[in-house]
Nanobody
């Protein structure tokens, strides 16, 4: 079993920055596919970034490419999402997700993942 706990959400003005964290506990794998997703009210869950822990390879949705950065701290078993130049349309609940498999290429589909955190709210005001 894997437990994921997100933190770092909050309210920020457009143009600002936030850094989300996702701490993993339980079974720690060196070969794990991890992703960040978000869901705004009335909209489907959207995959925005993925990372394969074995290589550190990263992928992004077009909506966040160039503004968001996904990264990991292996020693802390923590995944991060640095969000810069935030826009009101980035307002959503943000979730991290994991699956203990090798993943080559982008994995931004929520059905791919079997472990999920509880989410952290990000609100961007104009």
């Amino acid at each position: 079993q894997v437990q994921l706990v997100e933190s770092g959400g909050g309210s920020v003005q457009a143009g600002g920055s936030l850094r989300l964290s996702c701490a993993a506990s339980g079974y720690i794998s060196s070969s794990r596919c991890m992703g960040w997703f978000r869901q705004a009210p009335g909209k489907p869950r959207e995959g925005i970034a993925s990372l394969y822990t074995g290589l550190g390879s990263t992928y992004y949705a077009d909506s966040v490419q160039g503004r968001f950065t996904i990264s990991q701290d292996v020693a802390k078993n923590t995944l991060y999402l640095q969000m810069n130049r935030l826009k009101p349309e980035d307002t959503a609940m943000y979730y991290c997700a994991a699956r203990d498999v090798v993943c080559i290429g982008p994995h931004l589909t929520n059905t791919w993942y079997n472990y999920w955190g509880q989410g952290t709210q990000v609100t961007v005001s104009s």
